[in-house]
């Protein structure tokens, strides 16, 4: 797969997932801010950066931040708690590349789903996950601080 940084072409062996570190935090505020209406704090990544749970897509040669990941295992589930691709590298595969990436640790984790929430309204985001098997298993009303419900999605892993 290629993905495009103006008018250069990276593929996927030029990508690296690598832990979150606090060298990282600016840039990942920058895409959070950029990518939802109720984004994270940045106490709530600071807590994250030791877990092992947090990561980050980097392009090799600029080191160029693409988007990241965070996931928790709690016994048989792995849930993932936040997914976000840099607003430039959207539509262009990126987030394929994250979710095969959590599916294969679920699945190296021996769990047996993967659980995630999702705005009502973010049809892009359901349709990347609907085409990775996810389905809808429930609601969260009111989930997000503005009112918004939660679509709670699954994906059996087997």
Known sequence: MTYRRGMETIT???????????NDIEEVMDIEHASFKDPWSR?????????GNFYVL????????????????IFDEFHIINL?????YRRQGIGSLILNHLLDIAKKK???RV????????????????????????????????GEDALI????IV
Do not use: H
């Not at 062996?13 to 570190?21: A, G, L, Y």
């Not at 106490?43 to 877990?51: A, C, L, N, S």
């Not at 980097?58 to 295992?73: A, D, S």
């Open 12 to 22: 996927a062996e030029d990508i690296v997932i690598q832990p979150f570190t606090s």
């Open 115 to 146: 659980i995630l929430e999702v705005r009502s309204t973010n049809v892009p985001a359901q349709k990347l996950y609907s085409k990775f098997g996810f389905e809808i298993i429930g609601k969260r009303k009111k989930y997000y601080s503005d």
């Open 110 to 112: 021996n769990c047996k």
């Open 43 to 51: 106490g709530m990544f600071v807590r994250e950066i030791d877990t």
């Open 84 to 88: 976000a691709v840099t607003p430039c």
């Open 58 to 73: 980097k392009e090799k040669t600029t080191n160029q931040l693409l988007g990241y990941f965070g996931c928790w295992r």
């Open 153 to 156: 999605l699954e994906k059996k």
